[in-house]
């Protein structure tokens, strides 16, 4: 059974520039969450797709967004990238449905430096 | 709004010592509640869960923790720690209803093991 995958592994961008990170899920698993985990902190909650919709969204601005795609793989796109934005940018993907929670598999992340 | 507090930011412990990791959450109902690993470079591993019954949960690697309801804690323990078990930990809760599906993540205690 093939784990989450992330790619790429580390990304430098410059401010303004713009970024997309992909995850691949878990065999037979239809939904995907995004985490950002900023340095020293704990992952924060950006977005959720499943069926390739939106199904939940944190406090991230719009220009965090995201695809999914009929093989539940996913795409974290963010536009016009600041400093902040800086951080390990982890994927998770459950299979919903599974009374009472869906486990969450965590993929390795995507380190993104922005200078 | 749900929330995780680990007031530990870093703990040290020798070899074969025990262990404990506090975690506070703040959520009105029951919560689904998690404890993560994270070793560097590595993206976040389930220790346990609790989602109801037993308070007191058995996870992967030797490692247990209790459910307290009037304490809102959920606190992770080792009888005795491997110098493997280095890493950063995460308490995690889950929500349900609108915000079934994401996890609001404690700010993570990190944990060295001298030899």
């Known amino acids: 059974e093939t784990g989450v995958t992330q790619s790429p592994t580390h990304l430098i961008k410059t401010r303004g520039q713009q970024v997309t990170l992909r995850c691949s899920s878990q065999s037979g698993h239809n939904t995907v969450s995004w985490y950002q985990q900023a340095l020293g902190q704990g992952p924060q909650f950006i977005f959720q797709y499943y069926r390739e919709e939106e199904n939940g969204r944190g406090n991230f601005p719009p220009r965090f967004s995201g695809l999914q795609f009929p093989n539940y793989s996913s795409e974290l796109n963010v536009n016009a990238l600041e400093l902040d934005d800086s951080a390990l940018y982890l994927c998770?993907?459950?299979?919903?449905?599974?009374?009472?929670?869906?486990?969450?598999?965590f993929g390795p992340g995507t380190r993104l430096t922005v200078l | 709004a749900q929330s995780v507090t680990q007031p530990d930011i870093h703990i040290t412990v020798s070899e074969g010592a025990s262990l404990e990791l506090r975690c506070n959450y703040s959520y009105g109902a029951t919560p689904y509640l998690f404890w993560y690993v994270q070793s560097p470079g590595q993206g976040l591993q389930l220790l346990l869960k609790y989602f109801s019954g037993d308070t007191l949960v058995q996870g992967i690697k030797g490692f247990e923790a209790e459910f307290k309801r009037s304490q809102s804690s959920f606190n992770l323990r080792k009888p005795s720690v491997h110098w493997s078990d280095a890493a950063e930990y995460f308490c995690a809760v889950g929500a349900g209803g609108s915000t079934l599906g994401r996890l609001y993540f404690g700010r993570g205690t990190q944990l060295t093991v001298w030899p």
């Open positions: 998770a993907s459950s299979l919903p449905g599974q009374k009472p929670y869906n486990e969450q598999f």
